[in-house]
Structures are given as C-alpha cells and as structure tokens.
C-alpha cells in the first residue's frame, strides 16, 4: 500500500512556503482530531508527527510524514517531492536528533538514525515496494534521498 496518492503533486507546495506551511497544518489538525488517521492524499497510509528543534532557530518544528515499516524499523524519508534539496526537517534532524514522535494516539520520545549510505541503499528498493512513488522523487533529482530510522527511547 502506497503511503501517498501517486497522483497528489506535491512540488507545487514545496515550491511555496506559505502553501505547504497551510497544508502541513491541516494535516497536524485531522490527524489530531481523528486518532492519527487522515484523508486526501494520505488516505490509507501511514503517518506520524514528528517534532524537531529547528538547527539555526532553536525552535520547536512540527511536521507530519508518511513512514514505512521495513525490517521492523520505522522509516522516514527526506524525498522533498524529488526537489534538489532536502527538506528542512532534515537538516534539523542531522543537528538535534532528539525527537517527539506522534502515531496514532500515542506520543513518545525517540532518536533519529540517518542510515548511512550501503543501509539506504539496501532499504530503499524495500521503501519503493511499499510506496512506488518514492522512486519516481528519487528519479528527480541527482541527491541520493536520505532515510532516517526512528528509534525510541
């Protein structure tokens, strides 16, 4: 099962800051009102709230991702819709790693892995199974897409 609607284009957001930032709020708002679950684009797979400190600011940033299960690990991946660069919970990941983590109706702290490169490499084939759409972003762009596995404390 894909975690994203294949035909949902999501560049258009991460061309715009201001869309995204309103389109990220009102999937934090669903997925708090309806027990972690969401509709549209996400309708039917798997995400999570991941809450980050921001790596210049210091402050606190809220994101929701699509993960995966992949050899019993939880997985989030750094596609950014196959833009050029990673997205900005990336960068916050590699300077705090320290995390908050929200599924579902349940909420605990964790630590981010990003998996090196021959990890990515294995995990990534894996990651298209479940969600095809991953290889179409990876195809967009000349940067290998990170992963990062989601331990818990």
């Given at each position: 099962m894909s975690d994203i609607d294949p035909d949902f284009d999501k560049s258009e957001l991460v061309a715009d800051a201001a869309a995204l930032d309103d389109f990220n709020r009102n999937v934090v708002e669903e997925f708090r009102a309806n027990g972690g679950k969401v509709g549209g684009p996400f309708e039917g797979g798997t995400l999570l709230l991941l809450h980050t400190?921001?790596?210049?600011?210091?402050?606190?940033?809220?994101s929701p991702l699509a993960y995966l299960d992949v050899d019993d690990r939880m997985l989030i991946v750094g596609s950014y819709?196959?833009?050029?660069?990673?997205?900005?919970?990336?960068?916050n990941l590699r300077a705090n790693p320290k995390v908050r983590v929200e599924v579902g109706t349940e909420a605990y702290d964790a630590t981010a892995r990003e998996l090196p490169a021959d990890e990515r490499d294995a995990a990534y084939p894996?990651?298209?199974?479940r969600a095809p759409v991953f290889a179409e972003y990876q195809s967009k762009t000349t940067r290998a897409i990170p992963l990062f596995?989601?331990?818990r404390a």
């Open positions: 400190t921001g790596a210049k600011s210091g402050q606190p940033r809220l819709a196959g833009a050029p660069k990673d997205p900005a919970w990336v960068h894996k990651i298209i199974e596995e989601l331990v």
